[in-house]
């Protein structure tokens, strides 16, 4: 791997903080405390839980943890969430050996650029979902990075990591199949078995990498691209979110706040709201979810909820919100419309129109392109501390900001078992 600029560092540092904010929010998850008890029977600690496995399960369970809430960040050219893949597997491995939180840091950054090659040189197939695909290959090179690994050894485990990845269903978020979260789990899981397979003499198939995305877990493989992009820092084009959903929810939602910052809205007098926007966000249209997960990946509850609630963080997606009758009658009055024009927009541009109509007969629209928090209009540090706050503080209190400062600074630490005993409960 190239020599690692301190800007890449510097900011690689704020993606493992939010993503260390991520996995503390979905322990809380009432799933995530259920399959921790069952597997949880001693080993490594497990980063921000009072429980320890074995480092395969703890990279599973923490991998589970940090896509619970839907809170972790994503990078579009890579079509996915890479850091998850890389930092679960990594913590795992971590807590196993005495290292260095700048070797933690590496491994991370290494785990997030080979993961997102991949990613970005492939062509997903439309009904694969991408977590727990390529993102494998992100894991396995995070475990390699942290064992010393030179870049032939390195090599072949990524090539036995190919092999590794899932097949996952694009719809069963959309339908209230919450095993869409476990998808990343089990890449980080298989990444790290990867390497313990390479390291035994376990083969991949050659040239496995290109085969297996290239047509299998995808249809098509762009070599050119994959062999371009081997100087460019993916990390640098991530995207951070504010909400607990889907990020393609999150045009409409700045939508709605930038009308409802102009002038309060009450919810009976909303008769319709229409959304139009692009293609695969238009696909999130469900006025009725089945599940929490259903409801983070639909544009019509994610609105009805923010205009409700005043806020789209986790607890307006809890089993009681998704039920309540309320914002279901209002999420009925949303119709999510795909309009080929703004398909063809992308990727330069990610636009979501809105329109607000009131019983009254007041129509009020508003345009946006992009959202905050994509690479090109980013969070100020400031926002991204305080949701690191709301999702550390119901279990730490107020030493959440030490723990803030400790995961975003790891090139401080002398040893990255202080990381994990500073997030102990």
């Given amino acids: 791997m190239q020599p690692i600029p301190d800007h890449v560092r510097d900011h690689a540092g704020l993606i493992l903080a939010d993503t260390l904010g991520a996995i503390l929010a979905g322990h809380r998850e009432p799933e995530l405390r259920a399959v921790t008890a069952r597997h949880a029977i001693g080993g490594v600690p497990l980063l921000g839980a009072a429980a320890a496995a074995p480092p395969p399960m703890a990279a599973f369970l923490t991998g589970l943890a940090g896509t619970a809430a839907e809170l972790d960040e994503g990078n579009y050219p890579a079509g996915g969430h890479p850091a998850i893949h890389a930092v679960a597997p990594a913590l795992a491995e971590a807590a196993a050996r005495d290292c260095s939180g700048a070797a933690l840091l590496t491994a991370c950054i290494a785990g997030y650029e080979a993961g997102s090659r991949v990613g970005h040189a492939m062509r997903l197939r439309p009904a694969a979902h991408p977590h727990g695909t390529w993102g494998v290959v992100g894991a396995a090179a995070a475990v390699a990075s942290l064992r010393g690994h030179d870049a032939a050894m390195t090599g072949r485990a990524l090539e036995v990591a190919a092999s590794l990845g899932l097949a996952t269903s694009a719809t069963a978020s959309l339908r209230g199949g919450s095993v869409r979260n476990v998808y990343a789990g089990a890449a980080a899981q298989n990444g790290l078995l ?213 995961a975003r600074h790891p090139d401080r630490l002398a040893s990255a078992r202080a990381l994990f005993a500073a997030f102990r409960p």
């Fill in 194 to 406: 990867a390497v313990d397979l390479a390291e035994a003499g376990i083969t991949g198939e050659p040239g496995g990498i290109p085969v297996v995305f290239g047509g299998v877990i995808g249809e098509g493989w762009d070599g050119a691209a994959y062999a371009a992009s081997a100087g460019r820092w993916f990390i640098l084009e991530s995207f951070l979110k504010l909400h607990s959903c889907c990020r393609e929810t999150q045009g409409a939602l700045e939508a709605i706040e930038l009308l409802l910052a102009e002038a309060p809205v009450a919810p009976e007098a909303v008769e319709a709201i229409e959304v139009e926007t692009f293609h695969s966000a238009s696909l999130l249209s469900e006025t009725a979810p089945a599940a929490p997960i259903a409801g983070r990946f639909s544009i019509p509850f994610a609105v009805a909820t923010r205009i409700l609630r005043g806020h789209a963080w986790i607890e307006a997606f809890a089993p009681e919100a998704i039920a309540d009758p309320a914002t279901r009658a209002l999420a009925a009055r949303v119709a999510v419309r795909h309009d080929p024009a703004l398909t063809a927009r992308q990727p330069a541009e990610r636009v979501c129109r809105l329109t607000l109509r009131l019983a009254d007969g007041t129509l009020r629209r508003r345009e946006v392109i992009g959202t905050p928090g994509d690479p090109d209009r980013p969070h100020p540090e400031a926002a991204l501390r305080d949701k690191f706050r709301r999702c550390a503080e119901p279990g730490f209190g107020a030493r959440w900001a030490e723990l803030w400062e400790t």
